[in-house]
Nanobody
């Protein structure tokens, strides 16, 4: 079983910053990639940023230049540094990990989500 625990959400002013963290634990053999998704009320969930095991990153166009994803493989943790926040960044942010377990099962794990609110 794999667990993802997120932290760092909260309220920020427009133009401000927040940093999200997501730590993976459990019966993990390999983490292929980790990423952050977000879902605002009435909208579909969208990929915000992702990072692969090899360090390649991918960002939504709407956050390029403002958000930075990074990871610490030893800690099995992924971070999302969010700068120059905009009201439209407000959403529930969920961590995702593409993993292979010690039982050779590959699947996509999800965290519980953390709320990010941005005041204008």
């Amino acid at each position: 079983q794999v667990q993802l625990v997120e932290s760092g959400g909260g309220l920020a002013q427009a133009g401000g910053s927040l940093r999200l963290s997501c730590a993976a634990s459990g019966s993990i053999s390999i983490i292929y990639s980790m990423g952050w998704y977000r879902q605002a009320p009435g909208k579909q969930r969208e990929l915000v940023a992702a990072i692969t095991r090899g360090g390649s990153t991918n960002y939504a166009d709407s956050v390029k230049g403002r958000f930075t994803i990074s990871s610490d493989s030893a800690k099995r943790t992924v971070y999302l540094q969010m700068n120059s926040l905009k009201p439209e960044d407000a959403a529930v942010y969920s961590c995702n990990a593409d993993v292979r377990t010690h039982y050779s099962v590959r699947y996509s794990a999800w965290g519980q989500g953390t709320q990010v609110s941005v005041s204008s």
